[in-house]
Antibody, heavy 120, light 106 residues
Framework: QVQLVESGGGVVQPGRPLRLSCAAS????????MHWVRQAPGKGLEWVAV????????YYADSVKGRFTISRDNSKNTLYLQMNSLRPEDTAVYYC?????????????WGQGALVTVSS | SYELTQPSSVSVSPGQTARITCSGD??????ARWFQQKPGQAPVLLIY???ERPSEIPERFSGSSSGTTVTLTISGAQVEDETDYYC?????????FGGGTKLTVL
C-alpha cells in the first residue's frame, strides 16, 4: 500500500522557520509531480506549491511566494517544504500529495497531514 | 484563476442516493477527481479522470461528467459515508479545489 508520511509539524513562533518532510514508500515517487496542500482549521483546502518529477520546475501560491521553498530528493523518496517567516495565517494541516500528471498515471496519493501552528 | 463550486451540504437517508455536484470552467478541459476526508485521516481518492474508480473503492461510489459539471453519486448511502467530500482538478501548474460538501446520512 502506498504511503506518504509527513513529519516536522509543530508549534512555532511568528517569523520563525520550519521544515516539513514527506516520505514516500511503495510508490514511484520519482515519476510523480508532487504538491503541498494545506487546510486551515475549519476551512477548505488551499494549494501551496508544486514541484515537477525531476525537481526542475517549481510553482507557488501567491500567499507563500518568497517565503516557502519546495524541494525533493528522489534518491531518498522524500519531499520537503521549507517554510520561512511564518505567520499566524499559515496555521494549518499541511498535506503532501502526488498528483497524476502523465498520461500513463491514474491515481493520486495523499499523506495524512502534519499540523503547523504559528503562535507566540 | 479557476474556481470549483460545490454545495456546502447534502442530506440523505440511509439507503438513498446522494449526488454531489462540482462546477467550473476548468472541467471543460481537465479531469476532475473526488476524495473523501474523514477527521484526522488522510484523504481517500474516490474517483479520478471524472468517472474512474480505484479498485479498492466500493462500487456504490461513481462519477460522471457533463460539460463543466461533474457529479459524485453515492448509491445506497451508508451511515459511514457521512463526512466531507471534495472535488479537485490539476491545471496550470497548480491544483484547484472545490469548497467541500458535508454529506449527512440520517
Amino acid at each position: 500500500q502506498v504511503q506518504l508520511v509527513e513529519s516536522g509539524g509543530g508549534v512555532v513562533q511568528p517569523g520563525r522557520p520550519l521544515r516539513l518532510s514527506c516520505a514516500a514508500s511503495t510508490f514511484t515517487f520519482s515519476s510523480y509531480t508532487m504538491h503541498w496542500v494545506r487546510q486551515a482549521p475549519g476551512k477548505g483546502l488551499e494549494w501551496v506549491a508544486v514541484i515537477s518529477d525531476d525537481g526542475s520546475n517549481k510553482y507557488y501560491a501567491d500567499s507563500v511566494k518568497g517565503r516557502f521553498t519546495i524541494s525533493r530528493d528522489n534518491s531518498k523518496n522524500t519531499l520537503y517544504l521549507q517554510m520561512n517567516s511564518l505567520r499566524p495565517e499559515d496555521t494549518a494541516v499541511y498535506y503532501c500529495a502526488g498528483i497524476a500528471a502523465r498520461p500513463s498515471q491514474n491515481l493520486d496519493y495523499w499523506g495524512q497531514g502534519a499540523l503547523v501552528t504559528v503562535s507566540s | 484563476s479557476y474556481e470549483l463550486t460545490q454545495p456546502s451540504s447534502v442530506s440523505v437517508s440511509p439507503g438513498q442516493t446522494a449526488r454531489i455536484t462540482c462546477s467550473g470552467d476548468v472541467l471543460a478541459k481537465k479531469y476532475a477527481r473526488w476524495f473523501q476526508q474523514k477527521p484526522g485521516q488522510a484523504p481517500v481518492l474516490l474517483i479520478y479522470k471524472d468517472s474512474e474508480r480505484p479498485s479498492e473503492i466500493p462500487e456504490r461510489f461513481s462519477g460522471s461528467s457533463s460539460g463543466t459539471t461533474v457529479t459524485l453519486t453515492i448509491s445506497g448511502a451508508q451511515v459511514e459515508d457521512e463526512t466531507d467530500y471534495y472535488c479537485y482538478s490539476a491545471a496550470d501548474n497548480s491544483v484547484v479545489f472545490g469548497g467541500g460538501t458535508k454529506l449527512t446520512v440520517l
